[in-house]
């Protein structure tokens, strides 16, 4: 007989979890502005945290609640497009949507130090992939009207790990993990689980545009 596992457990109660996701789309139309205003702050965004998704062992809601998330996301977006060019400060607002991973997806805005600067990422993708409007489509939004740029989600461990970890780069390569280094030097080894599509308002991002490279980063120990 197999172990009992909860996170298995049919997930029931839709129509309350349909209710959850319109209170939830409610309260991200304003974004937390306290620590992206304060001297230091890089950012602020929202994921989507409700139960039984959102946890260490995530599970994943099916495509039609999917676009029900993305569908809030979206409604947000162009609110906090409007309250950030009244602060008048630099900034790149994004989407992230994750396939398959989607519990993860999020929107988030960027502190820039420029007015035409953009934030781009080292975990940016060497694919070519078509972004999926047929999966994705959504009543009542045109995901054509975004920029979609894919990106490598991404399992991540540093070299630092390997001092307290019970695995090896060894083990890490036979199960399918790749080595890089970033250009400050840091190593580290990735391995490929599923697509982020960072998504800009069409035409915030083109060939003028200055980069800021982010790469991955050490946890604090």
């Known amino acids: 007989m197999r172990p009992y596992n909860p996170q298995k457990k049919k997930i029931r109660g839709w129509k309350r979890r349909v209710r959850q996701v319109e209170q939830w789309g409610e309260q991200i139309k304003q974004p937390y502005l306290k620590y992206f205003l304060a001297e230091g702050g890089r950012y602020t965004y929202e994921r989507c945290y409700l139960s039984p998704f959102y946890r260490l062992d995530k599970r994943q809601p099916p495509?039609?609640?999917?676009?029900?998330?993305?569908?809030?996301f979206i409604t947000a977006y162009y609110l906090w497009e409007e309250i950030f060019k009244q602060l008048n400060a630099p900034h790149d607002l994004q989407l992230w949507l994750y396939?398959?991973?989607?519990?993860?997806?999020?929107?988030?805005?960027?502190?820039?130090?420029?007015y035409d600067e953009v934030k781009r990422f080292s975990w940016e993708s060497d694919l070519s992939k078509k972004f999926p409007y047929d999966k994705l489509k959504i009543p009542?939004?045109?995901?054509?009207?975004?920029?979609?740029?894919?990106?490598?989600?991404?399992?991540?461990?540093f070299v630092d790990d390997f001092d307290y970890a019970d695995f090896t780069a060894e083990d890490l390569s036979n199960d399918g993990y790749i080595k890089k280094v970033q250009n400050n030097g840091v190593a580290y080894y990735t391995k490929r689980v599923g697509d982020i599509w960072i998504g800009r308002r069409r035409g915030n991002l083109n060939a003028d545009s200055k980069s800021a490279l982010q790469?991955?980063?050490v946890p604090p120990k």
């Open 140 to 157: 009542g939004h045109d995901l054509s009207e975004f920029d979609w740029l894919l990106a490598d989600d991404e399992h991540v461990h």
């Open 99 to 114: 396939d398959p991973s989607y519990i993860s997806s999020e929107i988030i805005c960027h502190k820039m130090q420029n």
């Open 215 to 217: 790469g991955y980063y």
């Open 63 to 72: 495509l039609w609640f999917y676009k029900l998330i993305i569908d809030k």
